[in-house]
Every structure is written in structure tokens, then in C-alpha cells.
């Protein structure tokens, strides 16, 4: 049994909303690089360079990579051995997210109830996810997820027969429907199969997946290259503005689901696409 003190989550949530609100993530970096080596669009080869500009600005003034800081979404994988102490662990994750929020000088962007919608001035409660796996660790993913994005995401409850076409018009249709609202070029998270609530975490923690990586499953990873393919044919480009750079990454996870059903959840992000990993 290992023994932790909540105060070493709290510290880390803090350090990490801020790292991923100032700096963009390395394998976001190099994918965007690449998109301005393979735009074919002049003005979208443009906006490329304009967005490089301002992820350079950002991480050397230590200012956001954008307005919106997003809500803050954390996965924390707990160890089975692992005993926290000095008190809640949910407490704890909130504390570091508030402090976070106010020393990194990020926007404060979470109402207290949807409908009153008065401005919790602190950024909490953040949306937390928990799993627990073997062992005496405990993984943090931190994902401050903006609303552009948020907002042109989707689930579509197909039926089996449906099949993997049946997934692919969908992936198309939520990326064409959502166009230049989700700040492209995006990273589309795709979750296949679960429930209704399963299919759309999944599509949430596929972004969280380094840009470039694949799954395992080899339909699943024809899919992704697929549809990166076939989305950045689509022609949305940067900024909505046209050109061959829609998408950076398509992230497809899995999950076995029911006879009668076949859920597909779409999480896209823009081309920040916010996310940072630790083990403590």
C-alpha cells in the first residue's frame, strides 16, 4: 500500500492546467508544423503561420494559447494500492484547478447552474473522470476543453446494420456540420460502441492521445487514416477558410456494446487541442 497526501494532487493539477493552457503539447506542435509543410492552400498555408505566430507569442509570454481556457476535464487512473490522505480527493483535484485558474491569470469560464448561469469566478468544479487499475501509481490526464469545439460535438445511436459505413457518415456529418465553428484544423476523438454515456468519454479521452499514434485494432486504425483522408478533402481548411488541412489527427477507441446497438459519440477539438499527462 502506498500512501499519498491529496496536497501532491492538488500541486500537480495546478502545475498542469497551467502548462497546457500556456504551451502547446509537443505532438500538437509537430503536427502542426507539419500541416504548413502540406498545406496546398496560399491562404491557408497563411493561417497556419499565423496560428504558429501566436502559439510562439504565447509560450514566451506565458499567456494562453487562447481566450477560451476551457472547463477543465481530468481522467485519473488510481491505483488499487494507493491510499490518498489529508483529505477528498475530489476536493483536492477542485482546489488545484482553482489555483491554476487564478495564478496563471486563465479565464474563468464555468456557471454554477446552466440555467441561473452565475460565473463560479474560480473555474470549478471541473469534470472528473475516475478509473481504478492495478498497481501503487496514479495517472493524470488534464484537459481544458474549450466550447467552440465542445459545442459541434455529437452522438449518433446507429443501428448494427448500420455498420461501418453507417460510422463513417457519421464522422463525416458532425465534422461537415460543424465547418469553421470548431476553430479548425481539429482533432476529432471518436468513441465506437459502449452505451450512449460510454461512447462519448471515449470520444472525450481519444483526444487526449498523442497526435500521430494509432489504435491497435487494425479496422480501427484504417478508419482513422480513412477519415483524416476524407475530412481534409472536405475542404474546411484553416479557419473555415478553405484548404487541404481540416483535420490534424482522427483518434478512434473502442468498446464492446449491445446486440441491438452501435453508438458512435464525435469529439472534436481545435487545433490547440489542450492535454497534458503525469505519474505520480
Not at 486563465?106 to 492495478?134: Q, W
Not at 456540420?177 to 476523438?189: I, L
Not at 477558410?241 to 456494446?257: D, E, F, Q, R, S
Request: proline share 5%.
Amino acid at each position: 500500500m502506498r500512501t499519498i497526501d491529496v496536497s501532491e494532487i492538488t500541486e500537480n493539477i495546478k502545475e498542469m492546467c497551467m502548462e497546457a493552457n500556456h504551451y502547446l503539447s509537443k505532438d500538437m506542435d509537430n503536427e502542426m508544423k507539419k500541416a504548413v509543410e502540406t498545406e496546398e492552400s496560399p491562404l491557408g498555408k497563411q493561417i497556419l503561420l499565423q496560428l504558429q505566430e501566436n502559439l510562439q507569442i504565447a509560450a514566451e509570454d506565458r499567456i494562453p494559447i487562447c481566450q477560451d481556457t476551457g472547463m477543465a476535464v481530468i481522467f485519473i487512473e488510481i491505483g488499487q494500492d494507493v491510499h490518498f490522505v489529508g483529505g477528498i480527493l475530489e476536493d483536492a483535484i477542485n482546489e488545484g484547478v482553482r489555483q491554476g485558474y487564478k495564478e496563471g491569470y486563465l479565464r474563468k469560464s464555468v456557471v454554477g447552474d446552466p440555467i441561473i448561469r452565475e460565473n463560479t469566478k474560480d473555474n470549478t468544479p471541473a469534470i472528473v473522470h475516475y478509473s481504478i487499475i492495478k498497481g501503487d501509481k496514479v495517472k493524470i490526464k488534464v484537459a481544458p476543453k474549450g466550447f467552440g469545439s465542445e459545442n459541434m460535438s455529437r452522438v449518433f445511436m446507429l443501428k448494427p446494420a448500420d455498420g461501418i459505413e453507417g460510422v463513417k457518415n457519421a464522422i463525416l456529418t458532425a465534422v461537415r456540420d460543424a465547418g469553421p465553428n470548431a476553430c479548425p484544423p481539429m482533432v476529432v476523438g471518436v468513441g465506437i460502441g459502449g452505451t450512449f454515456e460510454k461512447c462519448a468519454l471515449m470520444a472525450k479521452e481519444a483526444l487526449t492521445r498523442e497526435a500521430g499514434a494509432h489504435s491497435d485494432i487494425p479496422w480501427a486504425r484504417e478508419l482513422e487514416e480513412e477519415m483524416l483522408d476524407k475530412i481534409n478533402k472536405l475542404g474546411i481548411g484553416p479557419g473555415g477558410l478553405g484548404g487541404t488541412t481540416t483535420a490534424l489527427a482522427v483518434n478512434v477507441n473502442t468498446y464492446p456494446t449491445h446486440i441491438a446497438g452501435l453508438p458512435v459519440g464525435i469529439n472534436i477539438c481545435c487545433h490547440v487541442n489542450r492535454h497534458i499527462i503525469r505519474e505520480v
